[in-house]
């Protein structure tokens, strides 16, 4: 069972509860977006469901609410930005708005992004960026959460990356992954309704495999693919840590437990790469790529969609309805923070 | 069982076959350096094992023995290489080349290689940067071999990607995959031999999972992890055949019959991305990352090794013995070709 909301009213309730939390209405509005657009697009892992955990990092003051964003050129394709804690959609939307600047007669930029806090479903990003014509990768990384079999301790982190890219007469390609078999919120909920974990999701505290999900929480990730999944963490390590690394980040890896932590944690270096495709190929990508999606889907048949395809679908849905259907559980928990905040959750329906 | 060839006697006649077979003494000379290499770091799947495949290539014209390689700048940080059907291994340390010239004081530089061969073990080109100093990335695209189960044909290449980064104090980080759970090569060695294939390899050309080696080779091959798998293959696609599609790449892709193919097909487009992370980060990259691999070893315990750190260890050795073990198949192999192009095989003892 589910509830219907009308959209406008629920990105209107989002943005006040942030609001109510100490974010300035420019930053809420933006988080409360990005939120939206990512149920609407079936990511219901990275939507509304994380309001709760905000709302607690503002509380923390793991997130800072009202950031000094400063950023500066350090080559001539390369931007450094200071997010200075701010919420990731905050800081990613004033990346993206930077590294297109200009970049319409430019080949490529790179956006070092510097404690931001979690992204949410990053392939929104790219998807923003192909949106607006270019190709992108994006990543972010995550203190350590994954292991090998017979590791210690984690790590390194499940470091999500995609990328977007644009089709001509098609929706955009926008595929988006976290390294991890399986993310650490699906282990909680298990171990909190005491269900066993399928084999292959994590090791314990020994580095032995398991499928007991409290034993999972004290251990480690698996990462998809063994060393394929580890290895596309590396690189995302070095994208966006490494590539931006300072003093203060350095510290913060020092001090890094090798315990399991919790949640999305603030504060994490992000990368993202902008192409404007259409200056390298001479117009060729566009033809080649449309050509190509054309040719996936025919050898797929009925079945196959390029990433992104079903997101693009359900957001239309939902535009055209106007309403998001939320699970009764998350329904309750929103209902809660409503009464949390003084803020009345919009009317709500039986789907 | 096993026989131990000198290096320098093997890589000298590794050339003298290939000139017999048509390659001017440069190009086999730097194809022959590139196997050995990629034999001694212990990918045996990608060295010495691929020349007969190669002097094929060469007979049958697929590779253009003696390429006008020429190249031009399409933007201040992108080089657009014409291989003209150059070996793989050739195309890419010239692009290899031009890349690193100027980039001690640039940021990055991508290079967009068209209609170049094989590139054989990608991490090659990897560690040879890494080697220079810099990180980079490389990927190259291979004609559709990949489908998801109940597709109708192979959609998408198994598209290697590989990336190589300095760590200060330690060996290169090399990493280096293709998108597919199995190389098709194994599923063909379990063809002729009758031996079933692991469940999760293939499918078969109705696109139903199969454990039939000869089916799987009318089908097609499961990508690792899944859509994840297959979201990299894509990602490969755009950076190494989009970004440097043609007219004539565009007729290719079009004349791709979706029937699975044999071997490294020649003539594909390969990407490399080279990134000067020591202007980007002002010597931060350095500290952290040698940090970082540090934490992974302790936190991994005895066994945790980076990748390309093996290989190393492997290359040390083989330096140090000056001298290379191979397969008796494989010396059998090779002894054929050395029947057949009239050159003496170097003297081998058993291993």
């Known amino acids: 069972m589910s509830m219907l909301v009308e959209c406008e009213a629920l990105r209107d309730w989002v943005k006040g509860i942030l609001c109510r939390a100490g974010a300035p209405a420019p930053q809420a509005s933006c988080v409360a977006h990005i939120l939206l657009r990512t149920d609407s697009r079936g990511v219901r892992t990275h939507g509304v469901t994380r309001l709760a955990s905000y709302v607690e990092k503002l509380r923390s003051g793991e997130v800072n609410p009202d950031p000094q964003i400063s950023s500066h050129s350090i080559s001539p394709n390369t ?28 080949d490529m930029r790179a956006l070092l992004i510097r404690e931001c806090g979690h992204l949410g ?68 909920l298990r171990a909190r309704s005491g269900e066993p974990i399928p084999e292959g999701w994590a090791l314990d505290a020994h580095g032995e ?83 190509w999606a054309g040719q996936y889907r025919r050898k797929g048949g009925v079945d196959a969609r390029l990433p992104g395809a079903r997101g693009a679908e359900l957001e239309r849905e939902v535009r055209r309805r106007g309403s998001l259907d939320i699970s009764e559980d998350l329904y309750r928990e929103l209902c809660g923070l409503a009464a949390q905040f003084g803020l009345n959750f919009p009317a709500a329906a039986l789907a």
């Open 79 to 106: 931007m450094l930005l200071e997010a200075d804690g701010a919420f990731g959609q905050v800081a990613m939307s004033e990346a993206l708005r930077l590294g297109v600047q200009g970049l319409d007669t430019g």
């Open 121 to 188: 479903a990053l392939g929104l990003y790219a998807l923003m960026a192909a949106e607006q014509g270019y190709f992108s990768v994006v990543a972010q990384r995550t203190p350590a959460l994954m292991a090998l079999p017979g590791f210690e301790h984690p790590a390194v982190g499940n470091n999500p990356i995609a990328f977007g890219c644009p089709i001509s007469g098609a929706d955009p390609l926008v595929f988006d992954m976290a390294c991890s078999v399986a993310a650490r919120g699906h282990i909680l």
């Open 209 to 291: 495999p398991t499928t007991e999900a409290a034993a999972a929480l004290g251990g480690a990730l698996l990462p998809s693919a063994g060393h394929k999944g580890m290895g596309i963490a590396m690189l995302v390590e070095c994208l966006s840590a490494g590539l931006l690394a300072s003093e203060r980040s350095i510290a913060a890896l020092r001090s890094e437990t090798g315990v399991a932590i919790q949640g999305a944690v603030g504060r994490q270096g992000a990368f993202m790469l902008l192409i404007n495709q259409r200056v390298l190929s001479r117009g060729y990508f566009d033809a080649y790529m449309s050509q």
